[in-house]
């Protein structure tokens, strides 16, 4: 899946510029994580609407299982997920492209996913490109109940 998402990303990116790759992949991967997140309640019968919940969903979607190294935690009401290390920036810098700046792609992938568990639960990014960032941190996502 992912190398399909990278390999029409930067078809687009060719033929369109940068910032159309990135819309079009917002709005892909937006409804994406609607329809996962659908699809993995059902397949794996998870029922609550909780953080936790939600968590152990995210956990097998598309997203997640691709984060070369991630870091999760998890309370009640709270849950926090950081990439330490990007395979989708990873692959962009040796083939000696910018970063690319994922945020709004991710960060509508995450809001559609979670609100299909519950409309209460608010997604905040804590860092993600084109933001500055650390070396050993891409991303940071932060789950918390209004």
């Known amino acids: 899946m992912w190398a399909v998402d990278g390999l029409y990303y930067l078809g687009i990116e060719e033929d369109f510029g940068t910032e159309a790759a990135t819309d079009i992949d917002r709005r892909v991967w937006e409804l994406m994580g609607k329809i996962e997140a659908k699809r993995i309640k059902k397949f794996f019968d998870i029922t609550g609407t909780d953080i936790p919940s939600m968590i152990e969903a995210l956990r097998y979607s598309g997203w997640a299982l691709d984060l070369e190294d ?48 519950n409309p209460n639960i608010e997604v905040n990014c804590k860092v993600c490109p084109p933001d500055k960032h650390p070396k050993d941190l891409w991303c940071e996502w932060e789950f918390s109940i209004k």
């Open 70 to 117: 991630k870091e999760i935690i998890v309370e009640k009401d709270k849950a926090i997920v950081r990439n330490t290390n990007c395979r989708v920036q990873n692959t962009r810098k040796k083939k000696g492209l910018v970063e690319f700046g994922c945020k709004p792609v991710r960060f509508g992938f995450l809001k559609s996913f979670a609100k299909e568990f």
